[in-house]
């Protein structure tokens, strides 16, 4: 069965250190994205992309970057952690969320506490 | 900023009642999803209503849309102890193409 894979699911790191959560499909979806959930407010899109080499920011972007180098992973890199990006981390993805079939498959999440 | 808002941000009902969450959002959109979050898991999609349709049925769920107010809910009928969970309105703005989350509603359901 296809699915949508996230690790590590959970990390604790220290402040200024590079972090990368790997995301992994295997739906052979185009669109990929990804959150964070913080109490109070829901999920937050950080980075998204439409296909390999495109990659977009989001609302939260600031402090992130990802990379596009194969439809199937859309890793997630903290450049310098902070404190602030304590938060867990959906990845996403879908066949085209404008359609009648516009569905987000997410993965299982990823818990990161910086100290 | 969020898109969707939902409310209430907490409900408590007994196992067989009747559980009602709305959502309101701002732009027009060309969908509006739920989805379901059990502890410590990822989302599940539960049901997609585009924009212009009114009404939606998926076994005990039961999605309205109402454009003019920009506002929609989610019934779950009968529910159980098994529908504990967050849910999440999402919408997709008009000629957008990503999906933008709501803070959510936490279900629990008492047997």
């Known amino acids: 069965d296809a699915e949508i894979t996230q690790s590590p699911r959970h990390k604790i790191t220290e402040t200024g250190r590079q972090v990368t959560l790997a995301c992994h499909q295997t739906?052979?979806?185009?669109?990929m994205f990804w959150y964070r959930q913080d109490l109070g407010h829901g999920l937050r899109l950080i980075h998204y992309s439409y296909g390999v080499q495109d990659t977009n920011k989001g609302e939260v972007s600031d402090g992130y970057s990802v990379s596009r180098s194969n439809t199937e992973d859309l890793p997630l890199t903290l450049e310098s952690a902070a404190s602030s990006q304590t938060s867990v981390y959906f990845c996403a993805s879908s066949e085209s969320i404008s359609s009648d079939t516009g569905e987000l498959f997410f993965g299982e999440g990823s818990r990161l506490t910086v100290l | 900023s969020q898109q969707g808002e939902e409310d209430p941000q907490a409900l408590s009902i007994q196992e067989g009642e009747n559980a009602t969450m709305n959502c309101s959002y701002k732009?027009?959109?060309?969908?509006l999803q739920w989805y379901r979050q059990n502890s410590g898991r990822g989302l599940v999609h539960l049901i997609l209503?585009?924009?212009?349709?009114r009404e939606k049925h998926s076994g005990r769920l039961r999605v309205t849309l109402d454009t003019s107010k920009k506002s929609s809910s989610l019934l779950i009928t009968a529910s159980r102890a098994a529908d504990t969970a967050s849910y999440f309105c999402a919408t997709v703005e008009k000629y957008g193409n990503k999906l933008v989350f709501g803070a959510g509603t936490i279900l629990r359901v008492k047997s």
């Open positions: 209503i585009r924009s212009n349709e």
């Open positions: 732009t027009s959109i060309n969908n």
């Open positions: 739906w052979n979806h185009n669109n």
